[in-house]
């Protein structure tokens, strides 16, 4: 695995959803947390989807190309949810070609999958509440409360303008609001750019995001193009962008 790394190849993220414990309204930030560790290429999404409880979720699998995975409930008590991602996750883990893993879910019971994965040296991120229990925070790599990642989200949102322009040049708000989120969670320099090439990544991570879609040919051009960047390209030919106001 390490030499599909040091050969450029994007790293194969896997994100398991535990449905009845985890917030449909996370499922943005959560891709865009995952974009530091590579591509979720595999999205899996479980629970009874007979629930109403589960609409939202149920509402989120097309948009966001997630698989969801029917549970029963057999037996009262009893959490087939659980076994089912813990089957599924180490599977994946023995076929050698996921480089990384994401749990959603506020339950401790993934406590031992997530160090199991551990000890074959890839990293778990976990996505839960902040009252997940201390064990299962613990045993990831990293915990992030998606709570905050949707607070943080909101107001980083409302924090400067949204634009980009569709057909008739007015301004494309969920554009700008995907530019704005993926730029937000890229690494920085003292100056404020950010690596286009990383700010794309993350925004290919939240949705089947094409720059030709909103008639671009190019991810640069479109960020030459929209209000609130500005782009720079360096020595090295590679190209970088700052969000402005």
């Not at 090295?236 to 700052?242: D, L, M, R």
């Amino acid at each position: 695995m390490a030499d599909e790394y040091n050969h450029g190849r994007t790293a194969n993220i896997a994100l398991l959803i535990d449905s009845d414990n985890a917030t449909h309204l996370g499922i943005d930030p959560v891709l865009t947390a995952l974009a530091e560790l590579g591509t979720v290429n595999i999205r899996r999404a479980y629970g009874n989807w007979r629930k109403q409880s589960l609409k939202g979720w149920a509402d989120k699998v097309h948009r966001y190309g997630i698989e969801p995975q029917q549970q029963f409930d057999i037996t009262k008590g009893k959490n087939a949810t659980d076994m089912k991602m813990t089957i599924d996750a180490l599977d994946l883990l023995f076929r050698g070609n996921v480089h990384g893993f994401g749990i959603m879910s506020s339950d401790s019971d993934f406590m031992p999958l997530a160090m199991r994965i551990r000890q074959d040296g890839l990293p778990v991120y976990g996505f839960g509440s902040a009252k997940t229990p201390e064990a299962f925070k613990q045993a990831c790599t990293r915990f992030i409360d998606v709570d905050a990642l949707i607070k943080a989200e909101k107001e980083e949102r409302s924090g400067g303008e949204s634009g980009g322009t569709d057909e008739s040049g007015d301004v494309d708000e969920e554009l700008m609001t995907l530019l704005a989120d993926a730029y937000s969670a890229s690494k920085r320099d003292e100056r404020g750019f950010a690596s286009l090439s990383a700010v794309g990544q993350r925004a290919g991570n939240r949705s089947s995001f094409d720059v030709r879609n909103f008639g671009f040919s190019s991810l640069s051009e479109m960020f030459e193009t929209v209000p609130n960047f500005t782009t720079e390209r360096r020595e090295n030919g590679q190209i970088f962008v700052k969000r402005v106001h």
